[in-house]
């Protein structure tokens, strides 16, 4: 499956974005998906899972009720909407694919390419 992330961009803290994750390719409702990020000079980490129907969510301890993952199985797209943003949150949002969100938290099989967040103090 192919994954294109979009929706990055430049905001002040405290502001919000809503990043968009398409999928191609398979068919998009037999997946879980998630998003990770990466911020300069670390590691990426988890950030968000949703299960295939949309119904069954995870979060990393991190995110405390700022951020929401849904999808649109209609529209192949996961959504990852962000909210109360900190400078830390600043990193590359990469989307993930995966057959269950147990691998998709541990290691999806598919990734896409990340879509840039950065928040200005």
């Known amino acids: 499956v192919q994954l294109q992330a979009s929706g990055g961009g430049l905001v002040q803290a405290g502001g919000s974005l809503r990043l968009s994750c398409a999928a191609s390719?398979?068919?998009?409702?037999?997946?879980?998906m998630g998003w990770f990020r990466q911020a300069p000079g670390k590691e990426r980490e988890f950030v968000a899972v949703i299960n295939s129907n949309g119904n069954s969510f995870g979060y990393a301890e991190f995110v405390k009720d700022r951020f929401t993952i849904s999808r649109d199985n209609a529209k192949n797209t996961v959504y990852l909407q962000v909210t109360k943003l900190k400078p830390e949150d600043t990193a590359i949002y990469y989307c993930?694919?995966?057959?269950?969100?147990?691998?998709?938290?541990?290691?999806?099989?598919?990734w896409g390419q990340g879509t840039q967040v950065t928040v200005s103090s």
């Open positions: 390719g398979r068919t998009f409702s037999n997946y879980a």
């Open positions: 993930a694919a995966g057959a269950r969100s147990s691998e998709v938290v541990t290691g999806p099989a598919y």
